[in-house]
């Protein structure tokens, strides 16, 4: 595939057609598998969501008892006793379990209290809905004995979002034999083809102290979209008027410091929702806020290129996954790849959410109103989104109130794979005018023989802009996997960016290249006592402008990894580096010094190892160190974190990151520190401040949140922001903002 590639680089089109062809297969019909059936029963009383599992209803509900090992031994029996039960009303589905545990409720890991947070380190239950059986996305909804609710949305059949969320219940309960819980989905939450007999169904619960994970149906150690059971018997039930309204009301108080103005303004904001099909729905947005959003993760830039932030903020994560395109966003394009940087995966997305209402500077710019359509019509998944921006100010003038918009199409063909287009209209960082369009094929087969599956891609991008300079606009790309948590998986993938390519509301990190990515590992699965699994592969990444001339070559040998039963790792790493500079690279620079790196060949290679600790335990860490050449000089690196969690309402967390650099031009370090503080007052309200700081900027960042969410739907924010900075690097902060904001959110649904 690659060669068709070096041989065909003039023409975008001409690829893209070829690609296309080279991946979809002869026989478009694979052989599916036998999948497991559920057929559930209809209930006519709710049961009272509490987690005892005491109504009578329980006993003519449906029943899982069998689920198998995917951890540590793949399809072996659970090692303790699980029993899933399912029925529904006209309402809302309800799913109850009852889990047994031998070592008693010390053995039960149960430290997460704040409701949406990730449950990776406790027990938990999963479930995963799929309304259209597609095998492509899907939702996902976890529990812990603590009744925390966690809910994920599935962008593919192998990404998701965590920060997506929605409306339902869930309560846990510790038992004599070990714990239950009861979980309650209501029917108005998600979108659904009430004509549909099956949906894509499954149940997984984690048993962390034993690093064990069973499932009701799974497929080579994988589960997901593309790997589910069937649940049947769902019928006549009540999806409401669909129509849900979300009104909220803030007040937020702002100090700048550095231009001695104060100011205070109240900030009403509506979103509504409705349905306008079963599976397809129209929303509002007016005067939208985010000033409860949390921080970004500090980050310090060491490479000539722009670095990638995810997106956080509710709004615009509500159906993302309707956004996607080509696989180029949520760890896609080999996520697992240790000689990419993500913004180097990312780079390419022709819609990247954090490009609308921010500046170019990450500043917050008012959103006067959006609209949304997204959902489902038959075998189509439609996303169309237009927002008004207002205008601000820059250092090199003021960009203009603006309207801009994106509109996805992608169908479902053959049995798991899709075919996609999308356009956009409108730059938010310029008064210029701008466009794009795309189209792609995502391929999956998830039924080759053992348990396999293979994924592929090929995607093709125009943009246009008023003001373009003469070069290619366009930017296309090929990619294919065969992933595996047991055995062997490779991938690959190219893609050319033009020298003009303009996403004005995507995302890109270098233009005018041409980026490969190849990795190959081989994972063995150890049945013992202490050791689970070890590791080893290579991963490559080689960015060539479009004339051939080498950019960037990284080669990244991991010789030996090792996860344990308690899910410690231990990882040995080393990483050899190639870059060709034609211009100066300024790496870091101070008030009174600039370092750069001269034009000219460089290579470079450093070694190390990575140690985490299963991070369900109280007292949990992390640790890296890498070591070697940089440039024409050398780096010796250091982080790590430790996380402290004395009791299920405490956890305090402490980071760092430092690197000693020295080059020919100059010696410099960096340093991240950060610091969490979690206190959970019940698994409603709860309160956590993150603290950080770098060297670079010599910015300090602090965020405190009380959050109150007493049920889904209703949401109480008081937050804090305060920053500081020591402008002089003299060692002495001052304050330059602080601001105070006071939300309440609450949800009627029709």
């Not at 029963?41 to 987690?51: E, K, N």
Request: charged content about 25%.
């Amino acid at each position: 595939m690659l060669s068709v590639v070096s041989a065909t680089r003039g023409s975008g089109l001409a690829v893209y057609a070829l690609l296309l062809a080279a991946v979809v297969p002869v026989c478009a019909a694979a052989a599916t598998a036998e999948r497991p059936q559920l057929q559930i029963t209809r209930t006519t009383v709710a049961p009272t969501i509490d987690g005892r599992i005491d109504e009578p209803l329980w006993e003519q509900a449906a029943l899982i008892d069998d689920l198998r090992q995917i951890r540590p031994n793949d399809g072996a029996p659970g090692t303790e006793r699980s029993q899933i039960l399912v029925t529904y009303d006209a309402d809302a589905l309800y799913i109850a379990a009852r889990f047994w545990d031998s070592a008693g409720p010390k053995g039960i890991s149960a430290n997460i209290m704040r409701q949406g947070s990730r449950l990776s380190e406790d027990d938990r239950i999963a479930i995963i809905l799929d309304p259209f059986d597609s095998s492509r996305t899907g939702y996902r909804f976890e529990v812990n004995l603590n009744s925390v609710r966690n809910d994920m949305l599935y962008t593919g059949a192998t990404s998701f979002t965590a920060d997506w969320t929605v409306i339902w219940d869930a309560r846990a309960q510790l038992t004599d034999y070990g714990w239950s819980l009861e979980i309650a989905i209501p029917f108005k939450t998600l979108p659904f083809d009430a004509s549909r007999e099956a949906w894509g169904f499954n149940v997984s619960r984690a048993i962390r102290r034993k690093g064990e994970e069973v499932l009701w149906t799974s497929r080579n150690r994988a589960w997901g979209p593309a790997v589910l059971g069937e649940l049947r018997g769902i019928k006549d039930v009540d999806q409401g008027k669909g129509l849900d309204v979300v009104m909220s009301a803030g007040v937020r108080h702002r100090r700048d410091e550095v231009n001695s103005t104060q100011t205070t303004v109240v900030e009403p904001s509506l979103d509504a929702y409705y349905r306008l099909t079963p599976s397809l729905n129209a929303s509002l947005t007016l005067n939208t806020d985010f000033s409860a959003t949390e921080l970004d993760d500090r980050q310090v830039n060491l490479s000539r290129f722009g670095l990638f932030f995810p997106e956080k903020r509710d709004f615009f994560l509500n159906d993302a996954d309707l956004f996607e395109f080509g696989r180029l966003g949520s760890g896609g394009y080999l996520g697992n790849n240790r000689s990419t940087t993500r913004a180097s995966q990312e780079s390419g997305r022709p819609f990247f959410s954090r490009r609308l209402g921010l500046s170019s500077a990450g500043m917050p710019v008012d959103l006067e109103a959006g609209a949304k359509l997204s959902g489902r019509s038959g075998r189509y998944r439609i996303g169309a989104l237009a927002v008004r921006q207002d205008g601000y100010a820059t250092s090199a003038g003021n960009i203009d109130r603006a309207t801009l918009g994106v509109v996805r199409v992608s169908a479902d063909v053959l049995a798991e794979s899709s075919v996609g287009f999308i356009a956009t209209s409108g730059d938010p960082s310029s008064n210029s005018a701008a466009s794009l369009y795309g189209v792609d094929f995502l391929y999956l087969d998830s039924h080759l023989p053992g348990g396999r599956s293979v994924e592929a891609e090929a995607w093709f991008q125009d943009s246009q802009a008023s003001g373009s300079l003469p070069g290619s606009t366009r930017a296309w790309g090929a990619g294919v996997r065969l992933p595996g948590s047991d055995g062997l998986r490779m991938g690959a993938s190219t893609k050319e960016i033009g020298s003009q390519f303009r996403p004005a509301l995507g995302f890109v990190s270098r233009r005018g290249v041409r980026d490969t990515m190849v990795d190959v590992g081989y994972t063995r699965v150890v049945r013992g006592s202490v050791l689970q699994s070890w590791f080893a592969g290579v991963d490559a990444e080689r960015v060539e402008d479009t004339d051939g001339r080498l950019q960037t070559q990284v080669l990244s040998v991991r010789p030996l990894e090792l996860e344990t039963r308690g899910r410690d790792i231990l990882r040995v790493v080393y990483q050899s580096s190639q870059e060709q500079l034609s211009t100066p690279f300024t790496i870091y620079q101070e008030p009174k010094r600039r370092i750069v790196v001269p034009v000219g060949s460089y290579s470079f290679a450093d070694y190390g190892f990575d140690l985490e600790t299963g991070s369900q335990r109280e007292w949990a860490g992390s640790a890296s160190i890498r070591r070697g050449s940089f440039y024409d000089g050398n780096r010796t690196a250091v982080g790590g974190a430790v996380t402290w969690r004395p009791s299920r309402n405490l956890g305090l967390k402490a980071g760092y990151s430092f690197n000693d650099i020295s080059l020919r031009a100059g010696d410099f370090t960096t340093r991240i520190v950060s610091g969490t503080a979690e206190v959970a007052f019940n698994s409603f309200l709860s309160w956590i401040t993150l603290v950080q700081y770098d060297n670079v900027s010599e910015v300090m960042g602090l965020q405190t949140r009380l959050v109150w969410v007493p049920r889904a739907g209703r949401k109480y924010f008081l937050v804090a922001n305060q920053g500081l900075q020591d402008v002089d690097k003299d060692g002495r902060f001052t304050t330059v903002s602080t601001e105070i904001s006071l939300r309440a959110g609450y949800t009627w649904r029709f």
